[in-house]
Nanobody, 123 residues
């Protein structure tokens, strides 16, 4: 079984930055993909970005490209979502999610989910 533990959410003013963390544990193989998703009140969960653990290749939604960066620390087995130039429309609960092998932007393709962390961007 796989568990994902998230942290790092909070309240920030528009233009500010936050860094989210996601640490997987359990039966982990190196060929996994870590995705980040978010869900705002009354909206569907949407893809934010993803990283292929083995290759380090990253993918981003157009809405966050150039502002958000996903990185990984092999030694700490942790994935980070660095969020800069935050906007009020970035306010949502952010989730990390894991699937094996290839990247997907589809929530249904991910097998394991973190508990979610609230990010609130004020004007």
């Amino acid at each position: 079984q796989v568990q994902l533990v998230e942290s790092g959410g909070g309240l920030v003013q528009a233009g500010g930055s936050l860094r989210l963390f996601c640490a997987p544990s359990g039966r982990i193989f190196s060929t996994y993909v870590m995705g980040w998703f978010r869900q705002a009140p009354g909206k569907e969960r949407e893809f934010v970005g993803a990283i292929s653990w083995s290759a380090g290749t990253t993918y981003y939604a157009d809405s966050v490209k150039g502002r958000f960066t996903i990185t990984r620390d092999n030694a700490k087995n942790t994935v980070y979502l660095q969020m800069n130039s935050l906007k009020p429309e970035d306010t949502a609960v952010y989730y990390c999610a894991l699937r094996w092998m290839s990247v997907s932007r589809n929530t249904d393709d991910y097998d394991y989910w973190g508990q979610g962390t609230q990010v609130t961007v004020s004007t």
